[in-house]
């Protein structure tokens, strides 16, 4: 074979070979490329799961406090036990005692427990409020009660719907996701004999 012919040969083969390394490591960059793309992907989903799983858990294991309700009761004459004061009144009633329920309705205690309750007798605070018990930390199911009374030409006003009864109930407390804060405003209605919830305070 000429030299010529045998140069031109080779040159062909070394290129054909070059370009079969080429194609070969492009295909290794290509493959590595998505290697890495997966494993990134795969990286995030399972970070998303932890955290989903995390928060599900902080969620699930926080103390949930709130107002179970807010019950009235009516003081009539010479009835000076609480306990013994009807939920409707039946005759001649003097006053109204007005009572809301605090309860830890979560599965761990809420540290650092604050309540207040504020009335609004025609949107002006009096303040006719009693927290018999104050615990720092309130336990699983447990309750505190906040206490108000409105008695004489207050009361009458009420019963003959001349007047309105706000009642704003705040709750502070801390748990394992952090602090917790809320305020609920409770409106008295002589026809419902009791108290209705609407909603967030405005105060």
């Given amino acids: 074979m000429p030299n010529g012919e045998k140069d ?3 040159e062909a083969k070394y290129g054909y070979l070059k370009r079969l390394w080429n194609d070969a490591k492009a ?21 998303y799961y932890a955290n989903q799983q995390a928060s599900a858990a902080l969620t699930a294991n926080r103390p949930y406090v709130g107002v179970e309700t ?24 003097i006053g109204l005692v007005f009572e809301a329920q605090i309860k830890n309705f979560g599965p761990v205690p809420g540290t650092n427990f604050k309540t207040d309750g504020k009335p609004y007798f025609n949107g002006e605070p009096f303040p006719n409020i009693e927290i018999p018990s104050k615990p720092s930390t309130l336990f699983p199911t447990q309750i505190v009660f906040v206490t108000g009374v409105i008695m004489g030409d207050r009361f009458k006003a009420l019963q003959q719907q001349q007047a309105t009864l706000l009642f704003d109930v705040t709750i502070e407390y801390n748990g394992p996701g952090g602090h917790y804060k809320e305020c609920t405003e409770y409106r008295y209605s002589p026809e419902l004999q009791g108290f209705f919830d609407l909603g967030p305070c405005t105060r």
């Fill in 8 to 10: 031109k040969s080779q």
């Fill in 70 to 93: 807010v019950k009235a009761r009516y003081t009539y004459p010479g009835v000076g036990d609480s306990s013994k004061q009807p939920t409707s009144p039946t005759e001649k009633p």
């Fill in 27 to 47: 295909s290794t960059d290509t493959a590595k490329f998505w290697i890495e793309v997966i494993a990134l992907a795969v990286l995030c989903l399972y970070t």
